[in-house]
């Protein structure tokens, strides 16, 4: 069974531009999640999506977007990078029932220089 | 009401020895409490999880203890090995719509051989 796929790696944008991070979820998991990881905040919850709809939302600017698709695929945007989002991405897929908790992708490497 | 608190930010143990890692919580509408492991370079990987109807669940080499009176809970590594040198951290959701993983600040565990 495939594990959650973040695309892409890594990624160098410069202060200013916007980013586009994409996340595919475990097959049959209709929920997904985006955390923030850095090293003086830890991880931090950006937003939920559960069947197309944001089910839930962190305390970030709005600046932090996101979006999921019929297929449970989902994507964030962020748009006019600060030096501060860099960070590491993370995207975790649970199970409709959310028994079997939470599965994270190795996460997208964001640099704003 | 949010903030889930972990102790310590950094343990050393000898091969062998037990870790044992510490988290506390405020929101007593948590009723969903993981432990999560990560490597560098990795997303957080579920190792196991507890709900507040028991006090105790193992697997493996692994323990959690829950104390719901107290709002603590803990991870008891047994038989400490240096594969288990990895980043631990704790974590609390609430069922429901409104679920997202509040996380601990997390500990840096190195395992000597």
Known sequence: KAGVTQTPRYLIKTRGQQVTLSCSPISGHRSVSWYQQTPGQGLQFLFEYFSETQRNKGNFPGRFSGRQFSNSRSEMNVSTLELGDSALYLCASSSPDGLSGYTFGSGTRLTVV | ?113
């Open chain 2, 1 to 113: 009401q949010q903030q889930v608190k972990q102790s310590p930010q950094s343990l050393i143990v000898q091969k062998g020895g037990i870790s044992i890692i510490n988290c506390a919580y405020e929101n007593t509408a948590f009723d969903y409490f993981p432990w999560y492991q990560q490597f560098p370079g990795k997303g957080p990987a579920l190792l196991i999880a507890i709900r507040p109807d028991v006090s105790e669940k193992k697997e493996g080499r692994f323990t959690i203890s829950f104390n719901k009176s107290a709002k603590q809970f803990s991870l008891h590594i047994m038989d400490s090995q240096p594969g288990d040198s990895a980043t631990y951290f704790c974590a609390a959701s609430r069922s429901g719509s409104a679920r997202q993983l509040t996380f601990g600040s997390g500990t840096q565990l190195t395992v000597l051989p």
